[in-house]
């Protein structure tokens, strides 16, 4: 009878861990549910299998030091909403270190083939909702979008501008049918080719070659219509890393990923082109008009107010809790433009959220993490992760992905899957 209910929760704990793995095309209070009782039933049914608890301590290590840095933070209920936020992190890491070497090739294939699924899924039908209100997202722009932007005579709106509206609208509607920002949408598809790719390569059916290559050129042509700079140079990254590594099946990935890029290419519109031209740091000025500010311009901002506090709290920081009411005040105080009072901007990168929140330890814990996790992924030869891991640096270098559902289940998710699973 025990091994009957031993049989029952093992399948349950591998059903519920492919579930999550789903997680693009999951509403938040699914994934949110999801994750409990994935939770209860792995620790129900942990295994005893040999594992350093150094390795769950050097994975969890970020989250410890955002702990203690609430000792000194000044507003603790803040601090503690940010750490409920990101709960999910050492919730993730400990479950799957406490059923350790559980997961062998298979199971990993289908849980991998479960998520590049969900992301084709979520693709095809945000395509069709973009698709069926295309006529609507490309009408001249409003008179309310114009005003938003600081706009009084028309001769100030030039066709660059009016561009850059379209796209913005079309960005904006994409998060809103999908509840994700495009920026991790793009990082969902990074991850979702690499698989797809590695499947193309290991399969001999033309029939099943030809779907995958189709799904991989469907997903680069959204990547480069959402316009995520972040993710189309995380996938240039990675082609480079397989080409350098050269184990890759080299002779076979490096007219497949030439023949993918040159495709994607041709899917370049407007929108990729309009996301680039704002990289124009040598007009980066602090006192711009409404209409002559980018997201490139805004970031700047935001990472000269980081530093600026970090220098000022180098060794312990600021404490996870004030994180938001310092750089909030630096932006009113230092920043000569009312783009920052709109909204609350966070540090968008992860690295320089951990310094300003928990000083040089916090960064540290994070960055050695990451560098652990590489070096231990190189040591097993292990190419998924160490894809894994180089998705994971990139984003954070421009995202705080811990401080997003859709980046923390990445995260916490993949990085401890493959931590603790010698397969």
């Not at 702990?67 to 992190?89: A, D, P, R």
């Not at 199971?107 to 083939?113: G, R, T």
């Amino acid at each position: 009878m025990s091994l009957i209910k031993n049989n029952i929760r093992n399948n349950l704990f591998f059903l519920l861990t492919s579930a999550i793995g789903i997680f693009p095309v999951l509403p938040f209070s699914i994934r949110s549910c999801l994750i409990f009782l994935w939770a209860v039933v792995g620790i129900l049914q942990r295994k005893n299998a040999k594992g350093s608890l150094k390795h769950l301590i050097i994975f969890i290590s970020p989250y410890i030091f955002l702990m203690c840095s609430l000792f000194y933070t000044v507003n603790l209920k803040y601090g503690f909403n940010e750490l409920f936020q990101m709960i999910g992190f050492p919730i993730i890491g400990i479950v799957f270190y406490l059923n350790r070497n559980y997961f062998d090739i298979k199971k990993l294939n289908v849980i991998f083939s479960a998520f590049a699924t969900s992301v084709l899924v979520l693709f095809v039908y945000l395509s069709i909702n973009v698709f069926l209100n295309y006529s609507t997202l490309k009408l001249p722009p409003s008179t309310v979008e114009i005003e938003n932007l600081g706009i009084i005579e028309k001769s100030q709106l030039s066709d660059e501008i009016v561009i850059s509206i379209k796209n913005r609208r079309v960005r904006n509607f994409v998060s809103e049918v999908s509840g994700s920002s495009t920026t991790y949408l793009g990082l969902f598809i990074v991850l979702a080719i690499y698989i797809l790719c590695c499947k193309f390569l290991d399969l001999s059916s033309r029939i099943s070659k030809t779907i995958i290559f189709l799904a991989i050129i469907f997903l680069s042509a959204n990547l480069f219509f959402i316009g995520s700079r972040i993710s189309i140079i995380a996938l240039l990254f990675i082609i480079v890393f397989l080409i350098l590594k050269g184990g890759f099946v080299f002779n076979k990935s490096l007219p497949f990923f030439f023949i993918i890029t040159a495709f994607t290419v041709l899917f370049i519109n407007s929108m990729s082109i309009d996301r680039f031209k704002e990289i124009r740091l040598e007009n980066f000025s602090l006192n711009k008009q409404k209409h002559q500010y980018n997201s490139v311009d805004t970031r700047l901002g935001v990472y000269l107010c980081a530093t600026s506090i970090i220098k000022q709290n180098f060794v312990f920081g600021v404490g996870v809790g004030d994180t938001k009411n310092r750089l909030q005040n630096c932006y009113v105080n230092n920043l000569n433009s009312k783009v920052y009072q709109w909204q609350y901007y966070n540090t968008h990168n992860q690295f320089l959220h951990f310094f300003l929140a928990c000083g040089l330890l916090g960064f540290l814990a994070y960055f050695l993490s990451l560098v652990f996790q590489f070096l231990h992924s190189r040591s097993r030869h292990n190419q998924n992760y160490s894809i894994i891991i180089i998705i994971t640096i990139i984003f954070s270098i421009s995202e705080n992905i811990l401080l997003r559902n859709d980046g923390l289940i990445f995260y916490s998710y993949f990085n401890a899957l493959m931590l603790f699973n010698n397969e």
